[in-house]
């Protein structure tokens, strides 16, 4: 069964701090996707970041990197500079064989 | 492309009474999904379709729960008969698959009272 954890509920960090969060999965596939999605207040799922398994190299995209560890069945995500709009819930998220298993998710406050 | 659309965006019915959600998604994607997404169970995946055939339906909850996508740009969600603990948020999506992200709706708020 394809699983995602995210063990983090709730966290809170200063504006134009960093901040990480965690996700593990379990997959028993070689080829497979790995996704970070935003959720702000107005509910709308939105795509942070992709990463596909046979990389080794991680993603970013502006402030957002990806720590993944194959081996480990790591994958979480650094938001540098961190901003008030970065505020939302955040979900990690595995595609195998095209079934979109996403995580509980991670509140994140992001204080003035 | 307007994005998925879903409607309608909530949804107040009461107890008994059949529900049909609504989605049409992204023209060209091969892949529907619909997700629920609760406090407690955060996004929950229901079922998903590829090419207008369902794949996987092993996450719908009850026999209450049906779902159809008769033809490529329309899916629905229908719960018969409704109970309080359906309320919920429910997500339709779309995807070119292999590999490929999934794009949202914004999403039926369902209150069942």
């Known amino acids: 069964a394809q699983t995602v954890t995210q063990s983090q509920p709730e966290m809170s960090v200063q504006e134009a701090e960093t901040v990480t969060l965690s996700c593990t999965y379990d997959?028993?596939?070689?080829?497979?996707?790995l996704f970070w999605y935003k959720q702000p207040p107005s509910r709308q799922m939105i795509l942070v970041i992709r990463?596909?398994?046979?990389?080794?190299q991680n993603a970013t995209e502006n402030r957002f990197s990806v720590n993944f560890q194959k081996a480990a069945k790591s994958f979480s995500l650094k938001i540098s500079d961190s901003q008030l709009g970065d505020t939302a819930m955040y979900f990690c998220a595995s595609n195998r064989d095209d079934k979109i298993i996403f995580g509980k998710g991670t509140r994140l406050h992001i204080l003035p | 492309d307007a994005g998925v659309i879903q409607s309608p965006r909530h949804e107040v019915t009461e107890m008994g009474q059949e529900v049909t959600l609504r989605c049409k998604p992204i023209?060209?994607?091969?892949?529907l999904f619909w997700y629920r997404q609760t406090m407690m169970r955060g996004l929950e995946l229901l079922i998903y379709f590829n090419n207008n055939v369902p794949i996987d339906d092993s996450g719908m909850p009850e026999d209450r729960f049906s779902a159809k996508m008769p033809n490529a740009s329309f899916s629905t969600l229908k719960i018969q008969p409704s109970e309080p603990r359906d309320s919920a948020v429910y997500f339709c999506?779309?995807?070119f698959g292999e590999g490929t992200e999934a794009f949202f709706g914004q999403g039926t708020r369902l209150t069942v009272v």
């Open positions: 990463q596909e398994a046979y990389k080794q």
């Open positions: 023209s060209g994607h091969d892949y």
């Open positions: 997959t028993s596939e070689n080829n497979y996707y």
């Open positions: 999506a779309s995807s």
